[in-house]
């Protein structure tokens, strides 16, 4: 006899429930699947109207981290905030890496992004430019960030392409970031020669795309590493160092980096200590090799207040000797153009000491430093301890 299997009623019922669900599953995926294609394209996020800085100091600046940013929203929402705090510039970060991702390509999207949003704010952009493409050292033992002198023309050409892309709308150029440190160039030995190299390369090329930009040598950090050291060069041997290669024909102005550690604004400066009017000792190195006429930017600066980092500040001293620094400059350092604070926010909290130097969280939420600068920048008035704003003021 022949025995034949069939199912129970209840397995048939079951069964038939697994067949509804798949099928019900199935239905949803196609209808959001429909809704992801035909949703409306996003709203347009520029502001209606051109944007206008409403600003008493014209050297109140600020340094954004805006390349490493996601959302669309997140740019508009701290340009905003650059605009609202009364700063008229921001140094922005432009990576050579994120434009040329493969050889003789460019791809200008995100920065053009960012250009768009800066511009409708009413912002001035400073371009800091660097950071080495993958493809450059392809198939060699590299680290990051490091650059063959055989590969200079190939930045030159970035610089260039760069300059004439944004000629008009961003005019002053700085060539990489802290030269006297090996880590910019991917822990190998610092050189003063070669760093004017890389200037005698990207200068007639960036004057040929863009007659009218401003190019800024530099960015120099603010160190007291000896000559010989494994990490880099203090900054003063540095320059010295870059003058007497003939640096001074390939740059327009000079960058630095100035901060301040736990000493107020005005404390002395030294060639064995780090503060604030370091910059003065720079420019006395300038001075001496007649480049009295070209205008300094200091491009990072500013004092931390974490409650645990040695170099820490109090969170009001960090606002007082903040205050206390763009009125010095104000009053006795003509040849400083801008004054930029590192930096507004990161894209992502870093958890650690770093985020103690910025004016507003990740999550966009205002620091007492950020509104004490903003009383500044708007033209407020110090009375002892109060801010007293002036006639017909903003509210």
């Known amino acids: 006899m022949t025995l034949t299997s069939r199912k129970t009623p209840a397995k048939q019922t079951v069964a038939r429930k697994r067949r509804d669900s798949i099928v019900v599953i199935i239905g949803l995926m196609v209808f959001l699947a429909l ?46 905030l650059v605009r609202e705090l009364g700063a008229a510039t921001i140094v922005q ?34 371009a800091r430019l660097g950071l080495v493409p ?15 002198e055989a590969a200079f023309p190939k930045f030159a050409e970035y610089a260039a392409a760069f300059a004439a892309r ?18 910019e160039w991917g822990y190998q030995p610092v050189d003063p020669v070669r760093y004017v190299r890389l200037l005698q390369a990207a200068y007639p090329a960036i004057k040929g795309a863009n007659p009218k930009a401003v190019v800024l040598a530099g960015a120099l950090a603010p160190t007291l590493e000896p000559r010989g050291s494994e990490a880099g060069l203090n900054d003063l041997d540095f320059l010295r160092d870059m003058y007497a290669a003939g640096a001074s024909e390939y740059f327009d ?63 009001s001293q960090r606002s007082a000797y903040t ?19 590192w930096a507004l926010r990161y ?5 650690s000491y770093p985020d103690n130097y910025t004016l507003i969280s990740a999550g966009f939420v205002k620091k007492p430093i950020y509104y004490a600068l903003q009383d500044y920048a708007r033209g407020w008035e110090r009375s002892a301890n109060l801010w007293l704003p002036p006639p017909e003021a903003d509210p």
């Open 35 to 80: 809704l992801i294609h035909l949703r409306p394209a996003p709203r347009d996020l520029l502001p209606a109207e051109q944007q206008v800085v409403k600003t008493a100091k014209g050297h109140v600046c600020v340094h954004t981290l805006l390349e490493n940013e996601v959302e669309e929203k997140k740019i508009l929402r701290s340009l905003e």
């Open 93 to 126: 970060f432009f990576p050579w890496a994120y434009a040329e991702t493969r050889a003789g390509h460019f791809s200008w999207g995100r920065f053009d992004r960012i250009v768009r949003h800066t511009k409708r704010q009413g912002l001035r952009i400073i």
């Open 134 to 148: 993958d493809w450059l050292n392809a198939g060699e033992t590299k680290t990051l960030n490091t650059l063959p």
């Open 166 to 183: 944004y000629a008009g709308t961003v005019e002053q150029l700085i060539i990489w970031n802290e030269p006297n440190l090996s880590f």
């Open 253 to 315: 102005a000079l960058a630095i980096h100035s901060y301040g550690l736990r000493e107020p604004a005005t404390a002395e400066p030294a060639s064995d200590k780090v503060n604030f009017r370091r910059a003065e000792l720079l420019r006395e190195i300038m001075l001496e090799n007649g480049d009295g006429h070209k205008p300094v930017s200091i491009t990072e600066s500013g004092w931390n207040d974490h409650p645990r980092w040695i170099h820490a500040v109090r969170s």
């Open 323 to 341: 205050i206390e620094a763009f009125e010095y400059v104000q009053a006795n350092w003509d040849w400083v153009e801008q004054l930029c604070i």
């Open 347 to 351: 894209p992502a909290d870093l958890r």
